[in-house]
């Protein structure tokens, strides 16, 4: 049974239409992962789904289910302790309950929990250890005050207010600014307790645990697919490789209507005149295409090499003036092309390492010492880096017009279109971007600094799976050190060679390998390795056959394209070569505006048929050697 239904719904938040007259349905007990490009509509479609907007036209029809929802940003209305608010949700039973925790909190057990007239007889006892089971398991103190609280904590309680509202669930973004353990435990929580769920994450470990569906976003469309998380990319592919098929074919005819109506009169004889609106139809389904977004384009300037020895920490200590120890005694060596990853809970003490390392703050005990030649860049868990009242281009180029980027200048406009700011945004202050803009604006100005040794704190917050996934390729090219701190278990495991992890204890653990490696080694085995199964005996393989008439054509034909390929490629280098040139013109934007969006989007295009050669030219290869091995 659906619980939600849309039927042709539309929405159009300025510019282009974010959801076009689309279609969806979300059916009792599925556990649904929303997948997109920032900005693509998926904090839109949600508070569609809550009903906290109304479409512009459409239907959404609700069967009455109750919905927890936590959405992307917290309401400025909300005030009180953070009981009171969690409980709130409950009604009047929530106040009963947040009546009898102020009195037990303030002392007074006549009338809160021992009380004969209480509110924590019977059932009340279970839902009050309910409450504060949720609020402790997502590390908040259920007495602070509200609006005393960061903006991560804040988010928290949204979270729990949706998780205690209703087993049914719509939640945007519930792992930002939880710790690796916390994710763990609401992961737990949703299998066991989510009847519906539909939610947005970028955090592909969690998508992976809890999907059973994931539904796109693409260009105001919505496209299910009926899979587990992991398989969703390649499914994804499959469809786009259709749709750029299906594009190619009603080109094609679309030029070649184009060429018969320019022939002259003859085309607008009556009896050609439906062939005429026929290509009106076609020329307006065109103009309305909407291309898909690029990617963003990373290159990081690396510096020259540092010194072997990058960080040397010997017994250093840290803790705070009311006497709470942070770590102890910890020793390290970190060397030229480490790449280490910080690990612990919220309010573990990550943040404040990471600093001592950099020598930003002193340790209480104990030294630390720096390589020779160290060039550091430093991505901010707060975004302290990044002024709110400056424009989007001075915030990388300093107030420039142009940047260098190895070796090569570029104008800031340009370099700001790897990272998919619109000229339409260049000039906005910082304050107004989105969470993921500031991320890449981030990344931006960070890959404009040479740098041997990257320390990125908490880098992958708001940023859609596909930059996610380029930031991760960029990382594993860089042939300097990195250091990191991150909550994303997927980013971990796929980067890190070696962890630090603060489990509470006071001591800074080292373990070699990634995340998942700190599991197994942390954890006592409580199962014997199973015995693998023994290998099924090889056949030996089949004579190989002669080459048929039609795969002797096929293989002369591979061997003179790939004759011809190197030269292809060259021009198409070549062409990339002279555009960049001109694009380094710093009066090119100025002068000549459209002009220099033309030449970007060239650049971009050509991108992608480099890449799309070099594809056709490893498939070429392997098909050549399957006809070679046949014989002629």
Known sequence: MALIHMQGVSLNLGGQPLLDSVDFSLEAGERVCLAGRNG?????????????????????????????????????????TV??????????????????????SGGNGENGVNGESGALHGGGWERYGEILGVINNLGLNPDAEFSALSGGSKRRVALARALLRSGDLILDEPTNHLDIATIAWLEEFLLRKAGTLIFVSHDRA??????????????????SYSCPFDQYAERREERLDIEEKHFALFDRKLAKEEAWIRQGIKARRTRNMGRVRALRDMRAERSARREKQGNVRMAAQEAERSGKLVIEAENIGFGFPDGKTLFRNFSTVIQRGDRVGLIGNNGMGKSTLLRI?????????????HGTQL????????????NPEHTVMHSVADGNDVVTINGNTRHVAGYLQDFLFTPDRLRLPVKALSGGERNRLLLARLFTRPSNLLVLDEPTNDLDMETLELLEELLSDYSGT??????????????????????GDGLVHEYVGAYTDWLRQRSVPTENSPVPKPR??????????????????????????????????????????????????????????????????RLSALDEEQTALLLHWEEAEARLKELEVLGG
Request: proline letters at 5%.
């Open 536 to 601: 099924p005996k090889q056949e030996s393989a089949p004579k190989p056959r002669r080459r048929g008439f039609n795969e002797q054509r096929e293989f002369e034909q591979l061997t003179r394209e790939l004759e011809e390929l190197p030269n292809r490629l060259d021009a198409l280098e070549q062409e990339q070569q002279d555009i960049e040139t001109r694009l380094a013109d710093p009066d090119l934007f100025n002068r000549d505006p459209a002009g220099f969006t033309q030449l970007t989007e």
């Open 375 to 386: 060039h550091i860049s430093y991505f901010d868990q707060l975004r302290e880096a990044l």
């Open 40 to 80: 693509a509509g998926k904090s839109t479609l949600l508070a569609l789904l809550s009903g906290d907007l109304t479409p512009d036209s459409g239907e959404i029809v609700r069967t009455g289910a109750y919905f927890g929802h936590m959405p992307q940003d917290v309401p400025l209305s909300w005030n009180g």
């Open 206 to 223: 969690f998508s992976q645990r809890l999907a059973t569906r994931v539904v796109e976003i693409d260009r105001g469309k919505l496209h």
């Open 357 to 369: 390392l950099l020598g930003e703050l002193q340790p209480l005990e104990g030294s630390v010492r």
């Open 482 to 503: 990195v250091i990191m701190v991150s909550h994303d278990r997927r980013f971990l495991d796929n980067l890190v060679t070696g962890v630090l992890a603060l489990e």
């Open 83 to 104: 009981f009171s608010l969690v409980a709130e949700v409950l009604g009047d039973e929530g106040k009963s309950l947040s009546a009898a925790h102020s009195a037990q």
